[in-house]
């Protein structure tokens, strides 16, 4: 059963220095309060996994946490590039970034091998691309039935899977709705996992169209109310289409990028609570 730990002593537990940690929330309910804890706790050389990483990865590069992504696309949704994640790749800072590049497609079958327990997935993809040629987890097999030639991916098996979700019960049965992405499986997938919600309830309600997560595999739950914001989570807020917009501003200089990290991360960290 799942324990329901503070935020911080979620993390202190549960992410190491060199793990590699998927941090995975599709449109909304993206864990974004437990990617700034992260960077609170100064973990470094960490390889970030995530389809689709946008402001929160370029957060957590920019502060120097990893030393890896492993992705299928990378942006300020609906506003540009990440700068931070830019910097690191063109001019390693504040680190250099070492890149894993994928498909949607591939990085989805890549989780579902791994919480199967299947050394890898098979899938018709890659075809015409050069991305076979510089990624060691790509790989191709012939069918044994048909003689087909198709890709074959590795499987993804995180040391710590982080998710945000709307709620959990106390049992840490955990349901979320809405557009859900990959979050169960890397959920399923990862030696270690961690949701951050936004309320701990007695009793799960019914809730049409939610998925459940078993607390059998969940390692903690953590109540964060508001822990998505600036993404939205289905039923408790909107997306804050403000801070997408101002990020880029900020994250393009380093200066102002080191002064947001102080004031809004560890400045937050040393502040009454």
Known sequence: MARILQLDTAVAELVNDGDTVALEGFTHLIPVAAGHQIIRARRRNLTLVRMTPDVIYDQMIGAGCADKLVFSWGGNPGVGSLHRFRDAIQHSWPVPL????????????????????????????????????????ISTVRCPFTGQELAAVAALNPDVGVIHAQRADRAGNVQLWGISGVQKEAVLASRRSLVTVEEVVERLPEQPGAAVIPGWAVTAVSEVPGGARPSYAQGYYERDNGYYQ??????????????????EIHGAERSPR
Not at 121 to 128: I, K, M, N, T
Not at 248 to 263: H, K
């Open 246 to 263: 101002d990020w880029d501003a900020i994250s393009r200089d380093r200066d102002r990028f080191l002064e947001w990290l102080e004031t």
């Open 98 to 137: 070492e890149i894993e590049e994928h498909s949607h497609a591939g990085m989805a079958n890549r989780y579902v091998a791994g919480a199967s327990g299947l050394p890898f997935a098979v899938l018709r993809g890659y075809a015409g691309t050069d991305l076979p040629e510089h990624t060691d987890t």
